[in-house]
C-alpha cells in the first residue's frame, strides 16, 4: 500500500481508496468513543481529519498521550465526509505514533512572529512560515523555469571574492586564519600572505561582474545565489544574507533590460497565482487584505517608465512637502518612490537615467555625459525591488569613470579584459529574493521570508 | 527584424529567411572577393557561417581587422550550405563589427586547462569550458525539475553558520571586525562579542542540520547551495567553495533513500543524454572516449548494492595486495573503492552500514550497536559520489552518541528538539554538484568544471 501525501489526497477525493497516511498532529478533539484528529504532512496548508475509535487503533495505550506535535502513521479509508469545510476524511484502521511532543512549543493559538524567530528550527510547522517556505520554494523554480525557457545559462558565480563590486565596503572578511593567535599586526598585508587564499578575501556582495564575464561568452546568463552585507542595519527590511537573482545579457540595452524585467516580474506573480493559490489566500486572510489586488495591479498593469528627470519634475509639480526636499541630483528617499508609485501613478513605476554621481561605476554614460543608462522597478509598498543598467562597454569611458572614482584599475584588469576584446553592448539587473518573497506574502519582515535569518548578533541554528 | 540565437537558426534551418545574428568571431578566411567568417553566439557549440563579400559590408574600412574574439552584428539571409559539415550559411548584407580583439589571448590552437585557468575570465570562450558552462546550467536546472517533480521543497539554507555540521573543523571564520586593529588577544571571547554577530561565526559546510529541520515540517526538502572548506589540499579533486545538493526526506528509510539517489542520478544522466548531446560529444571526442559508455552504464543498469561487511569480504577475497590493507573498520580508500566498482562489479555500487566509528553522529545506529545505517555511491572512475544516511531519530540514541563524541550537547539543543517534538524516520544523502560535472564531461581537474574556482592562495576574478 502506497503512502500517499495530502496534497494528492486531497486534490484527487479518491472516496474508498485505501492509503496510508504519516504526518504531524495539529489538532485533537475527542469524543466518547472517537477522536478527531487533524494531520498535516507539510505537503500543504490544509489538515486531512482522521476518524480514529479506539478500538480501531494499534496504539490503544498512547491515544490518550495524543496532542499536537506528535507524529503519526495512519492506515485507513478514505470516506466522504459530513464536516463542513472539507470533501473527505480518513476513517483510520491502525493508527501508529511515531514520536510524542510534551509540552510542545506551538499550540493552536497563533503565535507572535517574534516569538517564532526564536524558534526558527520549528516555526516552518506553523501555517504561515510554512505557507512562506512553500511559496519562496515555488518562486525560487520559477526563477529558474523563467530563465531556462528563455535560453538563459546559469552560472555560479563565486561566493568568496577578492573584490567589491558596489564599492559600499561593507563586506564580511572570509578567514582562515587562527585569530587566537594573530600576531599583533603592525604589518597587516602579511599576515593576508599566511591567509588560505594569499590575501585578504571577502563575501560577495554581487555576482555582476562575474556574470558578465560569462554573457560575453555566452549571450544570456544568470545568476541565483547568496550575497552579503556587513551593515550594521537591525531594521525589518535588511538581511546580513540574501538570495539575490542577476541576469546579464549580451547585445542588450537598457529598453530590452526593463522588458525583460517587467516580463519576468509578471511570471513570477502569475505563476503564484496559478501554482500557490490557498497559501496565498492565507496571507490575503490574515496579512495584508489588498494582497490579490496588489498582485494583480503588477500582474495586468504596464510598468509606467519615466525618466529620474522627469521624477523629479513631477515630485516638485505635486507641492507635496517632503521630509528631503527633492532638487536634481538628489538619490531618491523612499517617501519620494512610495509617492510616485502609490499617489502619482498607483502602479508600478521604472525610473532611468540617473545621475551618474549617485550610481556605480559600471553604468553606462549617456550622451548628456551627466546620467547614466540605469533603471530601478520601484513597487508600490515597497519601493525599489529592482536595479539594474546597461553597463559601460566602451573601455575609454570605463577607464575614464574608474579614474574619476579613484578606484585601482590594475585590479580590473579582467574586467576591462571584457571591453578589450571583442565588447559588446549588454545589460542586466539584481532582484532581492526576498523582497520579492516579501511583495508577493505581504509579510512585514524580511526574517520571516528566509529559513534562519542572519542579522547583526544573530546566526543561530 | 528579430535577432536570433545561433542555436534556433541551426536548429529551423530556415533557407531564404532574412535574419539578424550577433556574436564573436572564431575564425576567418579570406579569398580575393569574400570572407568565409565562423561566428558563435555561446547558444549552442556550433557556429554559424557568415559569407561576407567586401562591398556588401556597412564596415568595408574595418574588414581587414576582423579576426578571432571581435564581436559582430550582421543582418543577411540564410541559404543552402554547399559546404562540408554545415546544412546552412549566412550571405551577408550588411556586417557592422561592435568591438575589435586586437592580441586576443585566445587563438584557434588548443590551449592547455592551466593556461585557461589563468584567463578564467575569458575561458568560457572556448568550445570546451563554453560546454561545461552549458552542461553545468543544465544540469542545475535538472536537478530543481527532479526535486520539484516530485513535491521536494526547495530550501536555503544559511551560509553563514555558527555550527560545524561534520565536525571535521576546517571551517572558513566570518568576521566584520577590522583585523588592522584587533586588540592583542588574551580574551577572544570578547573579541567575538564585538563582532557582528556576537559570535564567532563560519561558513557552512552543510546545511543538512537545518534541512532537516525543515523536512519535520514540509516532508521532503531540498537544498542546493555553496558549502566551504578550509582544507589546504591542492589537488585536482578539491574546492575550497563548491555547491552541494542535501535532500532530506521525512518518513523515510536507508533504502529509500538509495531508491532515491539512484532514481536522482539516473535522472540527471538522461536529462543530459536527452538535452546535451552536441556538448558532451565534445566531450567524447577530445576528452574522455569512454564517456557515453560511461554514462549509459549508469544509466541503464541497477546500481549493486552490498554492506561495507560484505565489501570487504569480497576485498578480502580478492587478494589484491592494496596499499593500505584491508581490515574491518577501516575507512574504504580510494583504491579499495575504485576496485569494488571497476574490478569486481564494473558498475556503480551502494555500500551501506558503515562501522559507526568512522562517520558522522548523526546517523543512525543499527541494531548491531556496531554500525550506522549510512550509504555512499560509488562509481567507476571517481569514486564516492553520493554519501547519506538514515538519521538518528531516536532522542536517547542521539544524545547518547553526541556524548561519546564529547560533542556539547547544549549548542545543539534545536537538533535534538526535532527528536523531541513529533521524531520521526528520516534519511538525506549529498551530491558535490562539481564532482557530477566532472562525472558528466570527464574533465579531470575540478577546478575546470566551476566558474571561478576558489583554492589555495587563489580567489582571483
Known amino acids: 500500500m502506497q503512502c500517499h501525501k495530502i496534497v494528492q489526497i486531497l486534490r484527487q477525493k479518491a472516496v474508498g481508496e485505501k492509503i496510508v497516511v504519516q504526518g504531524w498532529v495539529k489538532t485533537v478533539r475527542r469524543s466518547k468513543s472517537v477522536s478527531f484528529i487533524d494531520i498535516n504532512d507539510g505537503s500543504c496548508l490544509t489538515n486531512l481529519q482522521v476518524i480514529a475509535e479506539q478500538n480501531q487503533t494499534t496504539d490503544e495505550n498512547h491515544l490518550k498521550d495524543l496532542s499536537t506535535g506528535c507524529s503519526l502513521r495512519v492506515t485507513g479509508t478514505l470516506a466522504a465526509s459530513p464536516a463542513k ?13 511515531l514520536g510524542l511532543a510534551p509540552d510542545y512549543p506551538l499550540q493552536k493559538k497563533r503565535h507572535s512572529f517574534e516569538y517564532l524567530r526564536e524558534i526558527a528550527h520549528l516555526r516552518p510547522r506553523t501555517n504561515s512560515l510554512g505557507a512562506v517556505a512553500r511559496i519562496r520554494s515555488a518562486l525560487s523554480f520559477a526563477v529558474h523555469t523563467f530563465f531556462q525557457e528563455r535560453g538563459f545559462f546559469h552560472i555560479h558565480t563565486p561566493i568568496i571574492s577578492t573584490g567589491d563590486c558596489e564599492g559600499a565596503g561593507e563586506t564580511f572578511t572570509v578567514t582562515a586564519l587562527d585569530l587566537e593567535n594573530i600576531p599583533s599586526s603592525t604589518n597587516l598585508a602579511s599576515v593576508w600572505d599566511d591567509d588560505f587564499f594569499g590575501c585578504q578575501a ?9 556574470a558578465e564575464a560569462y554573457a560575453m561568452a555566452l549571450g544570456n546568463v544568470y545568476t541565483f545565489g547568496p550575497t552579503f552585507r556587513a551593515e550594521n542595519s537591525n531594521t ?11 541576469p546579464e545579457m549580451a547585445f542588450c540595452n537598457l529598453q530590452e533590460d526593463i522588458d525583460i524585467a517587467e516580463q519576468f516580474i509578471k511570471y513570477l506573480v502569475d505563476t503564484l497565482l496559478k501554482d500557490c493559490l490557498e497559501d496565498l489566500e492565507l496571507f490575503a486572510s490574515f496579512i495584508e487584505k489588498d494582497l490579490f489586488k496588489r498582485l494583480k495591479n503588477v500582474s495586468e498593469k504596464t510598468f509606467i517608465r519615466l525618466s529620474y528627470t522627469e521624477a523629479i519634475a513631477e515630485l516638485q509639480k505635486s507641492k507635496k512637502s517632503f521630509k528631503f526636499p527633492v ?4 538619490d531618491l528617499q523612499s517617501e519620494h518612490e512610495r509617492y510616485l508609485t502609490e499617489v502619482i501613478f498607483g502602479q508600478p513605476v521604472v525610473l532611468t537615467d540617473y545621475p551618474k554621481t549617485i550610481k556605480p561605476f559600471y553604468m553606462r554614460v549617456n550622451e548628456d555625459q551627466k546620467t547614466v543608462a540605469a533603471m530601478d522597478v520601484l513597487f508600490p509598498g515597497i519601493g525599489e525591488i529592482i536595479g539594474g543598467s546597461q553597463r559601460e562597454e566602451r573601455q575609454d569611458n570605463l577607464v575614464a569613470r574608474m579614474n574619476e572614482l579613484n578606484m585601482q584599475t590594475s585590479e580590473y584588469e579582467w574586467y576591462i579584459d571584457l571591453r578589450r576584446y571583442g565588447t559588446v ?3 542586466g539587473f539584481g532582484l532581492g529574493f526576498e ?7 505581504g509579510m512585514k519582515n524580511i526574517r520571516d521570508v528566509i529559513p534562519f535569518p542572519r542579522t547583526p548578533g544573530s546566526a543561530s541554528f
Do not use: C, K, Y
Not at 469545510?85 to 505514533?97: H, K, P, R, V, Y
Not at 532638487?327 to 538628489?330: I, L, P, R, S, Y
Open 85 to 97: 469545510g472539507q470533501d473527505i476524511e480518513l476513517q483510520a484502521e491502525t493508527l501508529e505514533i
Open 202 to 210: 571577502n563575501l560577495t556582495v554581487s555576482g555582476q561582474l562575474e
Open 236 to 246: 525589518s527590511r535588511h538581511l546580513a544574507e540574501f538570495w539575490m537573482i542577476e
Open 327 to 330: 532638487a536634481w541630483g538628489m
Open 425 to 427: 553592448p549588454h545589460a
Open 435 to 441: 523582497r520579492m518573497v516579501q511583495f508577493v506574502t
